[in-house]
């Protein structure tokens, strides 16, 4: 992914075929795990629009493994899908969560590093004075927790406003990361994308 460094996470193990006995085992196959990846983060987003019985049973086993074992088995299934698709979108904010809470310190001092540079940005990121970690954590959350909803291209503006404002931050640093910095900015381009993508009904 562009942006984030995701070679320092753990990388989840891929869900055995136990949880997808619907389609395809994803574990046998990349292009299989990659079209799972992609129907899971619609039936999360758009919810199940026609009363498919296995597009229930399918939501209900991802939602239980979520709760058993953490959102991370799901969103592996998200990290190989271009960055112009839900599933590409839904892994940028996985992603981008998962560094604030491994790193709350860290974020809050480049968001209000890069505040100075991002003044617009940080408007929509929408943070509460000052940005400690926690706020930090705070709102990163409230962002996530937006993908459900009526208004997800709010989530992929408000999420590329904060990681905007962290890329910007972390390249003025004293001990600055530029092309780190610069990967982030690139991730916010790439969600903003997303989010007009959304607007215009074509993120798939």
Do not use: C
């Amino acid at each position: 992914m562009e942006g984030l460094t995701v070679a320092d996470f753990d990388k989840p193990a891929l869900p055995g075929q136990n949880l997808f006995d619907a389609q395809p085992d994803p574990a046998s196959d990349p292009s299989e795990a990659t079209a799972a990846g992609h129907r899971i983060a619609n039936l999360l987003v758009r919810g199940i629009k026609e009363p498919a019985h296995e597009d229930h049973e399918l939501v209900d086993r991802v939602l239980h493994l979520a709760d058993e074992e953490g959102i991370g088995v799901i969103a592996e299934l998200w990290s190989r899908a271009a960055a112009d698709s839900l599933a590409g979108a839904l892994w940028r904010l996985y992603v981008l969560r998962t560094w604030v809470h491994r790193q709350p310190e860290r974020a809050a001092r480049e968001f209000a590093l890069g505040k100075a540079y991002a003044p617009v940005q940080e408007v929509l990121a929408g943070v509460v004075e000052p940005p400690g970690p926690q706020e930090v954590v705070a709102l990163v959350d409230t962002v996530v927790r937006g993908i459900v909803g009526d208004h997800f291209d709010v989530t992929l503006d408000r999420a590329a406003a904060f990681a905007h404002i962290v890329g910007v931050g972390r390249a003025q640093a004293e001990d600055g990361d530029a092309p780190s910095g610069a990967r982030l900015v690139d991730t916010a381009r790439a969600l903003r994308r997303a989010a007009e993508l959304e607007r215009a009904g074509a993120l798939y």
